[in-house]
């Protein structure tokens, strides 16, 4: 397995571009299953997460093109069936179902396996496929879904514990977009990623209205067209090197290709924490630099328009060296702190209790050979890294690049000492 080698001190400069959303290229892709035209979607990032949707719908049937960022696909004769292989090592695989259905009129989907950010349960994807006709039977691990009787669009309420469920959201928006009459889903999840999904569908011929709120209308209709179709900015990435141009920059960096309007939790943030952030080029580029005074902050996530959940790890690396006490609590997954004990071993000083970390900014981390464990936690990591004393070794490089494309060369675009080898663990 790979790893990345981080040459602290490193200070970055110049500007890189972000890449189209893995988020809202994952539940794009699987939606492209409801239509037997052919469908292409632009910006699609060449990370592990979409080659996995991209296997797991050749093997239902589809025939698949990809060349750089476009992705062609055509899903003419598909079988109901994904691959449990496939789909054990990407839970947003689970988004297949509700094209699956809606298509086929079943489906049989393994139970996604739970990751360390926290156990990730399904029911609201089953509450909500069930409520407009799906029957569901969990056997071995497997999820048959069928709907004998078609699907018929009703109300349904898809709110959790801990709030909206966004690819939930998003598997009920896809089967509803072929269903009898009109679903309307309440406590939707509003995230761009949605908005995105729902943007394609309407591109298809579907009819989805209120995308972006808690509230979203979806008029079913007989069948969908192809259509062509650019992914959104991954606002996730941007954050991610919004934070590296605030810690580890000395006049700061440029980041293109961005949606300023996806940004602003972490707009607020990095101001408030007394960063300077400018956007030019419409919005779609940002100019980050370090504040001659930064000070800590308090953070907590909570579902869109808030904090994202995706973001805190960056945030918490970036507190790390920041003067003062600083409060994450992550009330989406509150497990969600693997990064911090990584970021102990570097010099941090962090205390985690009850979702929540306390940091209390140090002069300055060190050097030490870190474990790789979630996405954003890795990408963490490499933030922390950037700006240690010494070298560190970030292992099971493969969990940033789930999600992260190209990570080391836009580092390395940037100035940081960065280099990818082959990893012992
Ligand atoms: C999406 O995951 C993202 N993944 C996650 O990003 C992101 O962290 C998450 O939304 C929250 O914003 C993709 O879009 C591919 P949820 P999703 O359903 O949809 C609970 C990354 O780093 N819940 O919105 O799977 C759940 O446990 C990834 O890019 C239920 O209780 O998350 C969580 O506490 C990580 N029952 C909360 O809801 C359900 O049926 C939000 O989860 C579903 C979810």
Redesign the pocket.
């Known amino acids: 397995m790979d790893k990345l080698i981080v040459h602290g001190g490193s200070t970055l400069a110049g500007s890189i571009n972000i890449s189209g959303s ?2 809202a290229s ?2 794009i892709l699987a939606a492209a299953l409801l239509t037997d035209q052919q469908v292409i979607i632009e910006r699609v990032p060449d990370v592990s997460d979409t080659n996995y949707m991209l296997q797991i719908l050749s093997a239902l049937g589809c025939e698949v093109e990809r060349y750089s960022g476009t992705v062609k696909i055509t899903a003419a004769k598909i079988i109901p069936d994904a691959p449990y292989e496939l789909v054990r090592k990407m ?2 695989s689970i988004c297949v179902m509700g094209p699956l259905v809606a298509r086929l009129g079943r489906a049989t989907v393994s139970i996604p396996g739970g990751c360390v ?9 089953l509450k909500g496929l069930s409520a407009i006709g799906a029957e569901i039977d969990n056997q071995s691990g497997n999820m048959n879904i069928e709907a004998p009787k078609g699907l018929t669009g009703c109300e349904v309420d898809l709110r ?9 959201t998003d598997n009920l928006m896809m089967a509803a977009v072929l269903a009898e009459g009109t679903t309307i889903i309440e406590s939707a ?1 509003c ?1 761009p ?1 949605v908005v995105d999904l729902a943007d394609f569908l309407n591109s298809m011929g579907a009819k989805i209205e209120g995308a972006g709120t808690r509230r979203i209308t979806i008029e079913g209709v007989r069948s969908l067209g192809g259509t062509r179709h650019t992914v959104i900015p991954d606002r ?1 990435e941007a954050g991610t090197f919004m934070v590296a141009g605030a810690m580890a920059s000395h006049d700061g960096i440029t980041i293109h290709r961005v949606r300023k309007d996806h940004l602003s939790p972490a707009i607020e943030k990095l101001e408030e924490g007394g960063h300077l952030v400018e956007f030019f080029n419409d919005g779609k580029s940002v100019r980050v630099t370090p504040g001659e005074a930064p000070q800590g902050c308090n953070i907590t996530t909570t ?1 869109h328009p808030g904090f ?3 973001m805190q790890a960056q945030f918490t690396a970036m507190f790390a060296t920041t003067p003062g006490i600083s409060v994450v609590e992550d009330t ?2 509150p497990h969600r702190f693997m990064h911090c004990a990584e970021l102990v071993r570097m010099g941090a000083n962090i205390k985690t209790d009850h979702g929540t970390a306390i940091i209390s900014g140090v002069e300055q981390l060190s050097a030490a050979p870190v474990m790789a464990s ?3 936690a890795s990408a963490a990591l490499v933030l922390a890294a950037l700006k240690a004393k010494g070298t560190t070794e970030i292992n099971r490089l493969y969990h940033i690049d789930r ?1 992260y494309e190209h990570i080391d060369e836009k580092l390395l675009l940037l100035g940081a000492k960065v280099e990818r080898a082959q990893g012992s663990i």
């Open positions: 893995k988020n994952l539940p839970r947003a950010i926290g156990d990730r349960p399904i029911d609201l994807h959790g514990k801990h709030g909206p469920t966004v690819l939930g999840a995230e990623e996730i579902p994202p959940t995706d989406i997954f979630d996405l954003r999600g």
